[in-house]
């Protein structure tokens, strides 16, 4: 009886929340800010400058999606959020959108009940290993010791990795990637393993980077991007298409520097015209006005710009394009068409 | 006589001669390193050893800190100007420089940091009179006010809702004084929490609900009533403080500029979280320690209860409770700030530590005190005040101190839950392109933060035993 009571309370709370959670938009839009989760400090996706600002790929991502509801890239509340919090910050409404270099799976968007709305970067686990070592192949890691981060997904995909290759390791269990990289300098293990953008963030760290090579195997896909609470549709589409203009834009060659220009008058190239507002209303099938790419567009720039910017070649990261590159180019990025 | 005095008088001194300086060996310097260092073999040899070490950590140490340097505007550019300056290693201090007041104030807006320093400067005059018996008692009520000073300077807003705050804590105390003198404690008490009840919440519409509910459940007539009682207008004026404090800020608009919540970090948020903790856990702390030595069957299996379960779940448990699980359980909408639930948890916590380390000093006080309080006349509350506290309290200080030292450092336990302490910030400057790969010089300046905190309360607490010595030990 008691038990039964307890339940319904809870299910009428889940009711309520489900319904509350319907019209994330209109929440926004009244809040007039953005409610965004981010991590705790990732180099190169999030951290905040000198002045408190908030800087990074991931963070781009929010700016855009701000840009493009409320007209201001600064209209964004960063809520940092750490492995454990960040599905429960984003399942009870505390933010609205995740946008924390979170790599989509299959549980992760059912069994979750999350929305993943698109994929901002495509990472995968790499090995790091000292230039002295004499190695250029993850396969004559026989033997090895190698630093790993416990309880994470790489944890698995190491031990899938020497299986499937029947080459013995010896793990060194680590907690943080801070942790693993005074290991690994230490001389503790013979190779530090993790996310690729990581392990080039923290060479980049390293007093001698050219002492230490990454090698070239990559050995399982870690596809990253933002996403939303289940069941609300309305609100999943804005993000995707909002990520999606930001990859078109690449393709179609407008930039932060252009794109006020090429959206003051219909242009040659109709998608174009569809997707700045100069033709059709794209804007207001999600609930947004004709102008919503231009200004997520001229928040940090499109694509290639934001990679740039914060992680590209040019800065101390130095990430190559590679998989995220446009798919004309070789790479994974394909924007469905603004029709 | 006088004759033989006069032939030996030529050998006689006629004054005393002045002491000799005592033996090397049994004086000054020497004389104490002998008796404090090298009194026997093993002691030479524990002091050797000893002396090695400081020596051994400081060589290696020392240059690393004094080659330092304090401006460059990454840790790239700061090796590049320890390698032009010839050395090999060296401590990158520039990193505080530049973030120390992230680390300190977190992201509050840099043009209000005077807030949250005048807060500070208050909060020493507001817990002078606390700590040192000496000072004027009157300066007591500006403690009592200040927690609402704090609030105000920190969150800002209008200045109106503290005001009120106060207002309404006034009338619930009057009116239960007011009530205990006339008809006892437990009266005043009942009254206390009705005034309470009736300033800050809303009952009427909180009794419509139970009733509409209870009356529901029999019949469907009833829905009939509560629109009837609702239309009585006074729904409207419930909850009474916040709808005055609301009404008055649209006649008088006066206030600071609000700072929210997610702005508030580094040691100012450790601060914020400790301090409140510290002032709120003590009287809770107390109660709780008294109702667990109550013979009143409900109150003591409560306080019990409260104290074991509390205390007997790790601290991170609750604040994760706090920061996930009570999102599902409040209804949704509810924005109840994420600092004040955590705030409420350490409070709990430490509190039900508090409780038992009173509740020791209770245990230690011979049972002639509780005898001799009852054969003076006095009612529980008077003997509990004026014999029994003071002396249990003044044992417990020791285990109070060390139970909020605790408290203070496990602040940093936030960091978990997302919250920007000290710690948060460091991994945040860690994590920018600049200062990617920057360790120690980080967490030194934090640690010695935190030590300052710990060891000056460590201090008082000595003052504090030294002062209340009324023993002749």
Request: charged share 15%; aromatic share 12%.
């Amino acid at each position: 009886m008691k038990k039964s009571v307890f339940f319904g309370v809870l299910t009428a709370a889940g009711l309520v929340a489900g319904a509350s959670a319907a019209a994330t938009l209109d929440d926004v839009k009244a809040r007039g800010t953005l409610n965004c989760g981010v991590t705790t400090g990732l180099t190169g996706f999030a951290a905040p400058d000198a002045n408190g600002e908030w800087q990074g790929f991931d963070v781009a991502v929010c700016r855009a999606v701000a840009a493009a509801i409320l007209s201001d890239p600064t209209a964004v509340e960063f809520v940092p959020t750490t492995g454990q919090t960040r599905f429960t910050a984003l399942a009870a409404g505390e933010i609205d959108m995740l946008a924390r270099n979170t790599t989509w799976t299959f549980s992760r968007d059912t069994d979750l009940k999350f929305d993943f709305t698109g994929i901002n970067y495509y990472d995968g686990q790499g090995f790091i290993v000292p230039s002295a070592l004499g190695v250029s192949s993850a396969k004559e890691l026989d033997g090895a010791t190698i630093c790993i981060q416990t309880g994470t997904t790489t944890e698995l995909n190491l031990a899938d990795y020497f299986r499937t290759n029947n080459i013995s390791y010896e793990p060194v269990p680590i907690e943080t990637n801070a942790e693993g990289q005074q290991q690994y300098l230490a001389g503790a293990c013979d190779a530090y393993t993790t996310d690729a953008s990581g392990l080039a963030a923290t060479r980049a760290s390293f007093e001698n980077p050219g002492d230490h090579i990454i090698l070239p195997e990559i050995i399982s896909k870690e596809p990253l991007g933002p996403l939303v609470r289940h069941g609300d549709s309305e609100w999943g589409d804005i993000v995707r298409w909002t990520l999606n203009a930001l990859i078109a834009a690449e393709e179609l060659g407008i930039t932060s520097a252009n794109v006020a220009e090429m959206s003051s008058a219909p242009g040659d190239n109709p998608e174009i015209n569809r997707l700045l507002g100069t033709e059709g209303d794209l804007g207001a099938m999600i609930g947004l006005d004709a102008e919503w790419a231009k200004r997520a567009i001229m928040a940090e720039g499109n694509y290639g710009e934001i990679f740039e910017k914060n992680i590209g070649e040019t800065t101390p990261i130095g990430l190559a394009r590679g998989l995220n590159a446009q798919w004309q180019d070789g790479g994974l990025l394909y924007a469905p068409p603004f029709r | 006589m006088s004759e033989t005095h006069s032939f030996t008088v030529g050998y006689v001194r006629h004054e005393m001669q002045g002491p000799l300086p005592p033996p090397v060996a049994e004086s000054g310097a020497v004389k104490w390193m002998r008796e404090n260092l090298f009194s026997s073999w093993l002691n030479a040899i524990l002091t050797v050893v000893s002396l090695f070490v400081i020596w051994w950590v400081l060589s290696h140490t020392l240059p690393w800190m004094l080659a330092g340097v304090w401006s460059a505007s990454s840790l790239t550019d700061c090796r590049n100007i320890l390698a032009e300056r010839g050395y090999s290693s060296g401590a990158c201090w520039a990193v505080i420089t530049e973030r120390w007041p992230q680390l300190i104030f977190g992201f509050y807006p840099s043009e209000l940091y005077w807030r949250p320093i005048l807060a500070f400067v208050l909060l020493i005059g507001a817990v002078a009179p606390v700590l040192y018996t000496s000072l004027p008692r009157k300066m007591l009520w500006f403690s009592l006010i200040y927690p609402l000073i704090a609030y105000y300077l920190l969150w800002g807003g209008s200045v109106w809702t503290p005001v009120m705050l106060a207002v309404g804590f006034s009338l619930v105390g009057m009116g239960g004084t007011l009530a205990s003198n006339k008809s006892g404690f437990f009266f005043g008490v009942l009254i206390a929490i009705l005034i309470f009840l009736l300033m800050f919440f809303d009952p009427l519409s909180a009794l419509l609900n139970v009733m509409g509910g209870i009356a529901g459940l029999f019949s469907a007539d009833s829905v009939r009533l509560s629109p009837m009682i609702g239309s009585l207008a006074l729904r409207d004026l419930f909850p009474l403080m916040p709808t005055l404090s609301d009404l008055l800020g649209s006649i008088a608009p006066i206030g600071l500029e609000s700072v929210t919540s997610r702005e508030i970090g580094g040691f100012l948020l450790a601060l914020v979280i400790g301090l409140s903790a510290i002032v709120f856990s003590m009287p809770l702390g107390i109660l709780l320690a008294l109702g667990r030595q109550s013979d009143l069957f409900i109150i003591n299996k409560v306080c019990v209860t409260f104290i074991e379960v509390i205390r007997g779940i790790p601290l991170i448990v609750w604040l994760f409770t706090a920061s996930t699980l009570l999102n599902y359980f409040l209804p949704p909408g509810t924005t109840f700030d994420l600092i004040l639930r955590v705030i409420i948890m350490v409070t709990f916590f430490a509190a039900a530590y508090i409780a038992e380390v009173i509740r020791g000093g209770l245990a230690a006080l011979p049972k002639g005190q509780y005898e001799g309080a009852d054969s003076l006349g006095l009612d529980y509350w008077q003997s509990m005040r004026l014999i029994i506290l003071p002396q249990a309290l003044k044992i417990s200080i020791p285990g109070i101190v060390n139970t909020f030292i605790g408290l203070f450092k496990d602040t940093v336990l936030v960091v978990f839950i997302g919250l920007l302490d000290p710690i948060g910030f460091i991994n945040l400057i860690r994590a920018t392109v600049e200062w990617n790969g920057i360790y120690w010089e980080l967490y030194i300046f934090v640690g010695l933060c935190f030590f300052l905190f710990c060891f000056f309360m460590s201090r008082y607490s000595q003052y504090l035993e030294r002062k209340l010595r009324t023993d002749h030990r």
